[in-house]
C-alpha cells in the first residue's frame, strides 16, 4: 500500500476561519474564497519541529500576464526559504515568490505552481489571509482542503532528517527529485518534435542550440559518445534502441532522457560532467556496456534518476569519479535514485563520493553479486524503502580505496539479504515525495521500470 497524501489546502476568508487553524498545537485544514483576479491554493504538505514544506498553486483570473510576482504577509514569525518552481524573497514578514524562466507565461485560467521549504515556531502557523498577483488582490475561487499530519511529539528540534519525509501526489510516472529543485527541469518544453532514424542525424539534432524534443525511432548504431546540449527532451518511440554509443551531457543544463534502450556502448550509455545541471534520466534500459549505465560526476547537480533497469552489466552509476575531485564537488552532486530496477547488476547501485544529501529510494535490489549502495568520501546518503532480494551486501561505508561517508538507512525491505552498515547523518531532504512500502516495490518496480512500460 503507498502512503497517502497528507496535505492541507488552505486559504483563509474569515479571522474565525483563521483563528481555528491551531487548535491544540496541531494544524486544521481550512478553506476559503479568494478575490478577483486570481486564485491562489496555499498548503502545507508536511510539517515537523521548527520546519515545514508549502505549496502554492496560483491561477490567473485576468488579463493574460508575461512574468508574475506573488505576494503574501506572515502573522507568526514564519521564514521562507529553499523555493523551488519560483525564486522567494522576504523581508520581514512579506513574502514574495517570482516566476522563473518557464512558467513565466499565465494565460487568462492558466495556472503555475511552485514550494518552498520555511521555518516556524512549532505553535502556531497560522495560513496567510490574503495574496496579491502583480499587486492585484486575489479574490476568486475556492479550494477543498485535505488533511495534514501534525508534528510528532518528541521528535528533536534539529533532526538530520525529518521522521517522516513530505509526500505530495505526482503521478507515479513524473518528475521527482533534485530535478525539481533550481528552477525545475523541462528539457525542450513544447518546443516541435523531431524525429531522427539515423546516427547522423541524432548527432545533429543533440548538438543544436536552442529548444528541442527529439524522438529517437528503431536502433541507431553509433560509437564514442555523442554531446546533448541544454534544453533538450529526448525521447524514445517504441522500441528506439542506442547501440555502441552513449550521451555525453557536459557543463549543459535541463535535459530530459526517457524510454530508450542502451546496450553495448563503449565507453558510458550516460555521462554527466562538468557542472551539467537539471538532468531527468527516466525509463530507460541498460544492459552490456563497457563503462557505467548512468555516471554523474565533475561538480554536476540537480538530478532525478528514476524508473531505469539495468541487467547484464557491471559498473552501474557512479556518483563521483574520483577521491581527489573534493574541490569541484563538495555541495554539489545532489542526485535523487528512485524506482530503479537494479536486476543482478554487480556494483556501483551507486557508488557515491561528496554528494549530500543523496536520495536513493524505493529501488528494488535483486541479486547484486558485488554490492548495493556505498556511500564514500564524506558523502550523505538516505538509503529509504528500497527492497534488497539476494543481495549479500546491500549498503557499506567506504569502498576500495575511498575513505568512508555517512548513511541513514530506514523504513527498508530485506529477503535473503542483511541490514548493511550505516553511520553519521545525512542532510534533509528538500523535496516532497511520496514513498511506497518497502514490501511492495518489488512488485511496483518490475511493473512499471525500463523503456517501453510509459507513453511518451
Given at each position: 500500500m503507498r502512503t497517502t497524501q497528507r496535505r492541507m489546502?488552505?486559504?483563509?476568508?474569515?479571522?474565525?476561519?483563521?483563528?481555528?487553524?491551531?487548535?491544540?498545537g496541531f494544524l486544521t485544514a481550512v478553506s476559503a474564497q479568494a478575490a478577483a483576479g486570481c486564485q491562489v491554493a496555499y498548503s502545507v504538505a508536511s510539517q515537523w519541529p521548527?520546519?515545514?514544506?508549502?505549496?502554492?498553486?496560483?491561477?490567473?483570473?485576468?488579463?493574460?500576464?508575461?512574468?508574475?510576482?506573488?505576494?503574501?504577509?506572515?502573522?507568526?514569525?514564519?521564514?521562507?526559504?529553499?523555493?523551488?518552481?519560483?525564486?522567494?524573497?522576504?523581508?520581514?514578514?512579506?513574502?514574495?515568490?517570482?516566476?522563473?524562466?518557464?512558467?513565466?507565461?499565465?494565460?487568462?485560467?492558466?495556472?503555475?505552481?511552485?514550494?518552498?521549504?520555511?521555518?516556524?515556531?512549532?505553535?502556531?502557523?497560522?495560513?496567510?489571509?490574503?495574496?496579491?498577483?502583480?499587486?492585484?488582490?486575489?479574490?476568486?475561487?475556492?479550494?477543498?482542503?485535505?488533511?495534514?499530519?501534525?508534528?510528532?511529539?518528541?521528535?528533536?528540534?534539529?533532526?538530520?532528517?525529518?521522521?517522516?519525509?513530505?509526500?505530495?501526489?505526482?503521478?507515479?510516472?513524473?518528475?521527482?527529485?533534485?530535478?525539481?529543485?533550481?528552477?525545475?527541469?523541462?528539457?525542450?518544453?513544447?518546443?516541435?518534435?523531431?524525429?531522427?532514424?539515423?546516427?547522423?542525424?541524432?548527432?545533429?539534432?543533440?548538438?543544436a542550440t536552442g529548444s528541442a524534443v527529439i524522438r529517437v525511432s528503431g536502433t541507431i548504431s553509433c560509437s564514442g559518445m555523442l554531446r546533448v546540449r541544454s534544453n533538450k527532451t529526448i525521447l524514445g518511440n517504441s522500441g528506439a534502441t542506442i547501440v555502441g554509443c552513449g550521451l555525453n551531457v557536459s557543463g549543459d543544463r535541463n535535459v530530459i532522457i526517457r524510454n530508450l534502450t542502451f546496450r553495448d556502448w563503449n565507453d558510458d550509455a550516460i555521462n554527466v560532467q562538468e557542472s551539467a545541471t537539471n538532468i531527468w534520466i527516466d525509463h530507460n534500459t541498460f544492459s552490456n556496456g563497457y563503462d557505467g549505465a548512468v555516471d554523474i560526476k565533475r561538480g554536476s547537480d540537480f538530478v532525478t534518476v528514476s524508473w531505469n533497469r539495468v541487467f547484464n552489466h557491471d559498473k552501474t552509476m557512479l556518483l563521483g569519479h574520483s577521491d581527489d575531485n573534493g574541490a569541484q564537488d563538495t555541495g554539489h552532486l545532489r542526485v535523487t535514485y528512485h524506482h530503479n530496477w537494479f536486476d543482478g547488476s554487480k556494483q556501483r547501485n551507486p557508488r557515491v563520493r561528496f554528494g549530500n544529501p543523496v536520495h536513493v529510494y524505493n529501488n528494488y535490489y535483486r541479486a547484486n553479486t558485488g554490492y548495493g549502495v556505498a556511500s564514500t568520501e564524506n558523502a550523505g546518503v538516505l538509503v529509504e524503502g528500497n527492497y534488497f532480494e539476494n543481495v549479500p551486501d546491500t549498503y557499506h561505508l567506504g569502498e576500495a580505496d575511498s575513505g568512508p561517508g555517512?548513511?541513514?538507512?530506514?523504513?527498508?525491505?530485506?529477503?535473503?539479504?542483511?541490514?548493511?552498515?550505516?553511520?553519521?547523518?545525512?542532510?534533509?531532504?528538500?523535496?516532497?515525495?511520496?514513498?511506497?512500502t518497502a514490501s511492495n516495490v518489488k512488485s511496483i518496480v518490475t511493473g512499471g521500470a525500463g523503456a517501453g512500460r510509459i507513453t511518451v
Open positions: 489546502t488552505l486559504l483563509a476568508t474569515t479571522a474565525a476561519a483563521t483563528a481555528a487553524l491551531v487548535t491544540g521548527g520546519g515545514f514544506t508549502g505549496n502554492v498553486t496560483v491561477t490567473n483570473l485576468g488579463d493574460p500576464v508575461s512574468g508574475w510576482t506573488l505576494g503574501w504577509s506572515y502573522g507568526a514569525g514564519q521564514q521562507a526559504s529553499q523555493a523551488w518552481g519560483a525564486t522567494v524573497t522576504q523581508n520581514g514578514s512579506q513574502v514574495s515568490a517570482a516566476n522563473v524562466d518557464y512558467n513565466g507565461n499565465l494565460a487568462t485560467n492558466g495556472s503555475a505552481s511552485f514550494g518552498f521549504n520555511a521555518s516556524w515556531n512549532n505553535s502556531s502557523n497560522p495560513v496567510p489571509t490574503s495574496f496579491t498577483l502583480n499587486n492585484v488582490a486575489c479574490t476568486g475561487g475556492t479550494t477543498t482542503p485535505t488533511t495534514t499530519t501534525p508534528p510528532h511529539p518528541g521528535t528533536p528540534t534539529t533532526p538530520p532528517i525529518p521522521s517522516d519525509p513530505p509526500p505530495s501526489v505526482p503521478p507515479p510516472t513524473g518528475l521527482v527529485g533534485w530535478a525539481t529543485q533550481n528552477g525545475g527541469t523541462t528539457g525542450g518544453g513544447g518546443a516541435p518534435a523531431t524525429t531522427v532514424t539515423n546516427a547522423s542525424a541524432l548527432t545533429s539534432a543533440l548538438n555517512r548513511l541513514v538507512a530506514r523504513n527498508n525491505h530485506f529477503v535473503n539479504s542483511p541490514a548493511g552498515q550505516t553511520g553519521g547523518s545525512v542532510a534533509s531532504i528538500p523535496y516532497p515525495y511520496q514513498l511506497d
